[in-house]
């Protein structure tokens, strides 16, 4: 059974200006809803009303803050702090486990490498981020370069199919590369 179209009223999204169907004036490009003040009551999570007085100034400039904070896992970090952090991703891209029955360690890195050309994508960019934030500790090009090399070299090596997977867990990239950036920060100046 059909409704009759008068008890549904039409009514527009919201009341801007007399143009607003037309397309000449539009509220939602301007900033009617940037500066607008909440219309209705604030709840609380057991659906309480809250008024508006007890939540004080601090209400309205609330923001998250993750630079301060320790959400922040990047954030605020010593040195020590940081190259403990890149040994423990090296250790775990290169020489987490055991292969059982030998004394052969190998890595994250070395079974994402297994899937074809995206598991070396994908192993090549964590080894790459290990070489970005030793730049970021302030290694010198010299030292960047050397790591970006081994990295290339386990990256192009490692495309090939089955002698590749054996060079990058022989190979441990990410631990040379840690090795020798914890060899140049151990050469400066505290």
Known sequence: MAMPND?????????GSAGSRTGGGSAFRG?????????GP???????EIPREALGAGFRGFRFDFGHSSANPFGNLTREQRLARLDALAKLLDV???LPGTNIRYGIDGVVRLIPVVGDL?????SLWLVREARALGAPW???ARM????????????????????????RANIRNMRMLRHWMDRQPR
């Open 7 to 15: 008890l549904y009223p039409r009514k527009p999204a919201y009341s």
């Open 31 to 39: 900033t009617a809803f940037r500066h607008a003040e909440a219309q």
């Open 42 to 48: 604030v709840i609380d999570q057991d659906g309480r």
């Open 96 to 98: 987490a486990f055991v």
């Open 122 to 126: 994908i192993a090549s960019a964590f």
């Open 142 to 144: 010299h030292i960047t």
């Open 148 to 171: 970006l090399a081994n990295v290339a070299l386990e990256g192009v090596v490692g495309m090939v199919p089955v002698a590749g997977d054996a060079f990058d867990v022989l190979f």
